[in-house]
Nanobody, 121 residues
Framework: QVQLVESGGGLVQAGGSLRLSCAAS????????MGWYRQAPGKQRELVAVITSGDSTTYADSVNGRFTISRDNAENTVYLQMNSLKPEDTSLYYCSAKTQRLHWPFWDQYWGQGTQVTVSS
C-alpha cells in the first residue's frame, strides 16, 4: 500500500500564492504520473495539473499560466505552486499518483485525503 500525505493548504487572499506538497510513501518501486485534482461543493472532480515521470506537464485551461506542477523523484513528492489565486480556485485539492510494485507488471493509483484551499475576495 502507498500513502499520499498532502500539506500546504490554507486560507489566502485573492492574488496571493500557495504551495501544495504531496509525498508518497510505502512500497514504491516505480513512480509514474502524478497529478493534482480539485473538487468544489456540488461540482465534479476536475484535473488541475499532471506531470509524467519524464516531467511532461499538462494544465487545465482555468489554471494555465498561474499554477506550476513539479516533482522531486528522489523524494516521491509532487508540488503545486499556485500564484495569482482567485476565489474560484477555492476547492478541496487532491493529489494522485500512479505507482508500480517490484516484480508486479501493473500500475496502482492512489489518492490523497485532500487539502482545503480557500481564496477570499
Amino acid at each position: 500500500q502507498v500513502q499520499l500525505v498532502e500539506s500546504g493548504g490554507g486560507l489566502v487572499q485573492a492574488g496571493g500564492s500557495l504551495r501544495l506538497s504531496c509525498a508518497a510513501s510505502g512500497r514504491v518501486f516505480n513512480m509514474g504520473d502524478m497529478g493534482w485534482y480539485r473538487q468544489a461543493p456540488g461540482k465534479q472532480r476536475e484535473l488541475v495539473a499532471v506531470i509524467t515521470s519524464g516531467d511532461s506537464t499538462t494544465y487545465a485551461d482555468s489554471v494555465n499560466g498561474r499554477f506550476t506542477i513539479s516533482r522531486d523523484n528522489a523524494e516521491n513528492t509532487v508540488y503545486l505552486q499556485m500564484n495569482s489565486l482567485k476565489p474560484e480556485d477555492t476547492s478541496l485539492y487532491y493529489c494522485s499518483a500512479k505507482t508500480q510494485r517490484l516484480h508486479w507488471p501493473f500500475w496502482d493509483q492512489y489518492w490523497g485525503q485532500g487539502t482545503q484551499v480557500t481564496v477570499s475576495s
